[in-house]
């Protein structure tokens, strides 16, 4: 019988198997330790798409947060190299910081998109679906655009800037999400830029407005594309804020909001209004104080916000100065008093935000003719040329400003001259703009006034801050967005086509934007010192 052997593990086998064991787990647990200590962003690709030749540039990103669009980064450059001023645009529905670091916020307003090698721009932009649609505005102005800028003294930065996480990047009623780092004090031109489309325009309608006049209400009096609504101003080296109501009627708040000047004037204030009831819950407590209804033949209005306790008013002068009469000879003649300022200009002061404009008129034949029209004290000139004439008359309108506007309470404005599109003809001699349905293509070039030079020569020399809105060329290439035939009612006689005036909605919304914008800005750097 065979004898049955044994199974048993020598003491050596045994310590060499216990050793193994005891090895691997300790280089397991050293592995895991390591690897939970990797830096996120080495752990998880964050598929960040970017729209110009980058470097890779480490944010510190949550898993599973989404980034639509991430522009403009510049190579070779840490966030621990900050030295310079900051300008931080928080446009963003919700922002989550995750970083145990000082996290950096600043207010919205216009932002460059810096593109010299010295300056470092970090742009993370959401936009809205549009159609791949933009005209282009490449002309060159003499103007310098005024905007806000946050500077934080370089003294207080930390060392280190955290990058908030987006969870949700759409644009709302505050658009696009923009860091800003901006050297040597630049600012952005908004002149330059093109024209988007954008779904998400118009920011109100017909329907939702009760303040469009008649000769505004392109929809009302029977046009039918609504394109001409849809179109965005985006300048090439910064953004506007999309306008906020409820933000402007904060603004606002027990103020007196105050345009002056002609009927293009008189276009971006009735925008204003219907911008401003898109945050207005009871329209009751919303009225002309004078029980005013607007209409052509009325030229001032004051419509008061209840629940804001703040005005919002119009006052007609096409000019600026004194429309009067003076005798010659036998004859009494309509005159322009280019050495007095409008009789109105008493409910002008005390205004906590003024917005001026004159031009329009000046190209009338009398103006232009300057034949026994222009009035100084007791002379009326035989002849005066209309720059003269409206260079003396500007120069009246500063003197008022610097005598009576407290540039402690009231800030001042005053908007370039809009552009009017008339082929064939001018307004009573057959113009029209009815074919147009777009804007002018990126190869159009207009000319810069001389009357914007001459206004901004004058606001130079003021001792009273004052605004320049230069909305001259942006505007230029929106023939599409006149009345034309669609400014009166359908059925009327008239034969005459509006191409200086603007549909509402339209492009006066874009100048109220920028107003927005400038208004917002100072608001926030005030904040800061």
């Known amino acids: 019988m065979e004898k049955q052997r044994s199974f048993s593990i020598k003491p050596t086998r045994l310590w060499l198997f216990s050793f193994t064991v005891s090895f691997s787990l300790i280089i397991l647990i050293f592995f895991s330790i390591w690897v939970l200590n990797l830096p996120l962003s080495t752990r998880q690709d964050p598929h960040l798409h970017f729209n110009t030749t980058t470097s890779s540039v480490p944010l510190d990103l949550k898993p599973n947060f989404k980034i639509q669009t991430l522009s403009s980064f510049h190579r ?14 928080t446009h963003f529905s919700r922002v989550e910081n995750e970083s145990q670091i000082s996290n950096i916020s600043a207010p919205e307003g216009i932002l460059e998109k810096e593109s ?44 280190n800037v955290s990058f908030p996480i987006f969870k949700k990047l759409e644009r709302e009623a505050s658009s696009d999400i923009v860091l800003k780092v901006v050297n040597n004090k630049k600012v952005c ?8 489309f954008d779904e998400s325009y ?11 006049d008649e000769g505004f209400s392109c929809e009302s009096n029977g046009r039918l594309d609504k394109h001409y609504m849809k179109w965005r101003w985006q300048p090439q080296d910064c953004d506007i804020l999309r306008f906020n109501s409820t933000q402007m009627l904060e603004l606002i708040r027990g103020k007196r909001l105050v345009f002056v000047g002609d009927s293009i004037n008189r276009n971006q204030w009735e925008s204003m209004l219907c911008l401003l009831m898109g945050a207005v819950k009871d329209p009751r407590k919303v009225y002309e104080t004078r029980g005013r209804r607007i209409t052509k033949e009325k030229g001032n209005y004051c419509f008061k916000f209840v629940d804001y306790q703040c005005t919002v008013e119009y006052y007609v002068t096409h000019f600026l100065v004194h429309e009067g009469k003076a005798r010659i000879g036998s004859r009494r003649v309509q005159t322009l008093r280019i050495d007095t300022i409008d009789k109105s200009s008493s409910r002008w002061r005390g205004a906590d935000v003024l917005v001026f404009n004159t031009a329009h008129w000046w190209s009338h034949h009398k103006t232009k003719a300057g034949k026994n029209y222009y009035q100084e004290r007791n002379q009326v000139h035989p002849r005066l040329d209309v720059s003269t004439a409206f260079e003396k008359a500007l120069t009246t309108w500063a003197s008022w400003v610097d005598r009576h506007v407290n540039p402690t309470k009231t800030q001042v404005f005053f908007r370039s001259s809009a552009p009017s599109h008339f082929s064939g003809g001018q307004w009573n001699t057959g113009g029209h703009c009815r074919e147009a349905s777009q804007p002018l293509p990126e190869t159009y070039n207009g000319e810069y006034p001389e009357k914007n030079m001459l206004v901004e020569q004058i606001i130079g020399k003021m001792k009273t801050p004052v605004t320049f809105l230069n909305i001259t060329g942006l505007s230029d290439y929106r023939v599409d967005a006149h009345p034309s035939i669609y400014g009166r009612k359908p059925g ?33 750097k005030s904040l800061t010192n």
Do not use: M
């Not at 070779?76 to 900051?86: G, L």
């Not at 679906?129 to 207080?156: C, H, M, P, Y």
């Not at 031109?189 to 988007?196: R, S």
């Open 76 to 89: 070779n450059y840490s966030a621990t190299q900050i030295e310079n001023s900051i300008l931080v645009g």
């Open 202 to 212: 118009p920011l109100y309608t017909n329907a939702s407005c009760p303040y469009i």
């Open 189 to 196: 031109d908004i002149t330059k830029g093109k024209w988007v």
């Open 116 to 159: 010299e090698p010295k300056s470092v721009a970090y742009v993370i932009n959401s936009n809205s679906t549009v159609k791949n649609s933009t005209f282009f505005g490449n002309r060159s102005t003499k103007s310098e655009t005024v905007s806000e800028v946050l500077q934080i003294d370089s003294a207080k930065q930390q060392q």
């Open 492 to 524: 009327s006689c008239s034969r005459v086509q509006d191409c200086s005036h603007w549909c509402l909605p339209g492009v006066p919304d874009t100048w109220n934007e920028i107003l927005y914008t400038h208004l917002e800005s100072k608001r926030r």
